[in-house]
């Protein structure tokens, strides 16, 4: 009898390595579903890599970084060429030159809390690919529109257009922020797989592999 393994990823749009992990997670589930014939559903939940009050939008994303960090300039380009370096062996690029502000990605949150869920992967996917190839501000609504309608189409973008301009998820975002870090988790990407196994940071592609293959047999091993 085939089941449903259930992923959960916690992670923020501007998350290089939650790119990396996702990517590679892709790839593992793409190979377990092939092998197995098992279903796997992905569910995200918010995390704030960089919480930003309003009074610090706008600023300078290699300022506040190396602030943020207390960082040298130079250590702070080796640790972007490293991401850069590792994203390139997995076919992502990155392109940290082109990201200008600090961005605050509560509205990003907002918007995978109203699309269909089963767009919000294409959904992640095209908002890290707008930040880190192309530098777009994914905390600016009218950004988040238009990279929406690019995977949602005009029509689903315009019924979730007032419900994001009102911030009617907000509220639902910051109660999931607080209900991670409660639950412990403080630094992303991580992945928790059938609520009983989980990967933490941007792992290669065998160990989420590895993950839904225990959890597979730890599933087997309840319904024998």
């Known amino acids: 009898m085939s089941s449903t393994v259930n992923i959960q990823i916690v992670s923020d749009v501007v998350c ?16 377990y579903t092939s092998e197995t014939g098992e279903a796997v559903t992905i569910t995200f939940l918010p995390f704030l890599l960089d919480p930003i009050q309003p009074d610090e939008e706008g600023e300078s994303f290699r300022d506040r970084f190396v602030k943020r960090k207390g960082l040298s300039e130079e250590m702070m380009e080796q640790m972007f060429q490293r991401v850069t370096d590792v994203g390139a062996g ?28 089963d767009k919000r992967e294409a959904l992640m996917d095209a908002l890290m690919t707008a930040y880190f190839e192309q530098g777009r501000n994914v905390g600016d609504v009218d950004v ?24 009617r998820e907000r509220d639902a975002v910051l109660g999931s922020i607080r209900q991670v870090q409660q639950a412990g988790v403080s630094s992303v990407p991580f992945t928790i797989v059938d609520g009983k196994f989980a990967v933490s940071g941007g792992q290669p592609p065998q160990a989420f592999y590895d ?14």
């Open 16 to 31: 290089p390595w939650c790119r990396i992990g996702k990517k590679n997670l892709r790839t593992a589930i793409d190979r």
């Open 90 to 117: 997995f076919g992502l690029t990155f392109n940290f030159n082109a990201v200008e502000v600090a961005v605050n990605t509560v509205p990003a949150h907002e918007l995978m809390e109203l699309a269909p869920e």
């Open 144 to 167: 988040l529109l238009g990279i929406a309608k690019e995977v949602l189409g005009e029509a689903e973008t315009n019924a979730i257009e007032q419900p994001l301009r009102n911030h």
């Open 211 to 224: 993950a839904l293959m225990q959890a597979k047999q730890a599933n087997a091993g309840t319904q024998s």
